[in-house]
């Protein structure tokens, strides 16, 4: 929750930078990605915190808090690299898939050793 405050507020802070009044959403580059960083951010964050807690209830808690950890890291750089750049936020943007596509694999994993092999 406070990663997603801290994106909202760089919006808050683009928009009074870039003079963008809400509901206004195109304008100054710069704000746009922010903006975009900012919404992508939050899009993902449900499928996160669901994957999160299956893998951490089904498999194993400080598997799925290592790799909580890794994917918050790695969404605070893209934000930070798409805020600057669009072309910044490939690295973590693929760094980020993997680790819920690892999250998805440890919900399973857990979900199926748990119902089938009791």
Same mark, same amino acid.
């Given at each position: 929750v406070l990663f997603l405050a801290y994106f909202?507020?760089?919006? /808050? @802070?683009?928009r009074r930078k @870039?003079? /963008?009044p809400p509901p206004e959403t195109t304008g100054h580059p710069e704000f746009e990605?922010?903006?975009?960083?900012?919404?992508?951010?939050?899009? @993902?964050?449900p499928i996160f915190i669901s994957l999160l807690w299956v893998a951490g209830i089904f498999f194993h808690q400080g598997v799925a808090a290592a790799?909580?950890?890794?994917?918050?890291?790695?969404?605070?750089?893209?934000?930070?690299?798409y805020?600057?750049?669009?072309?910044g936020r490939l690295g973590p943007l693929y760094a980020s898939a993997w680790l819920l596509?690892?999250?998805?694999?440890?919900a399973l994993a857990g979900l199926l050793a748990h119902f089938l092999w009791p």
């Open positions: 909202a507020m760089q919006v /808050i @802070y683009a @870039y003079k /963008i990605r922010t903006f975009r960083a900012q919404a992508n951010c939050s899009e @993902y964050f790799c909580g950890l890794s994917y918050l890291y790695t969404r605070l750089k893209y934000f930070q690299g805020s600057v750049a669009a072309q596509w690892v999250l998805l694999g440890l």
